[in-house]
């Protein structure tokens, strides 16, 4: 099935472009899919992304965008057709 990927700020940076789509197979989560994207695109993606195995608190991470966090988190099984986009937390003051 076919899911897309959006990125923003410094992991669009790194993946090359904003958006890239992806062949998954049925049944695949979030979380399998951001790291099938990092396995691909290196290890300067994966220390963006990634701390210890899970996604970085960093980061925002939308499924047809609906916070995760709302669903069942990276373990949200993805459909056919569906987008996951990582958007960086804002800060400042």
């Known amino acids: 099935m076919r899911v897309s990927f959006k990125s923003f700020g410094p992991v669009k940076r790194v993946v090359g472009r904003s958006l890239i789509e992806l062949e998954v197979p049925k049944g695949s989560t979030v979380f399998q899919v951001i790291v099938s994207v990092v396995e691909a695109k290196g290890p300067e993606l994966e220390r963006l992304i990634m701390d210890h195995n899970k996604i970085s608190g960093n980061l925002i991470v939308l499924l047809n965008r609906h916070d995760i966090d709302t669903l069942q988190g990276p373990e949200t099984v ?16």
């Open 78 to 93: 993805v459909n056919d057709g569906d987008e996951i986009a990582l958007l960086p937390h804002v800060q400042g003051g």
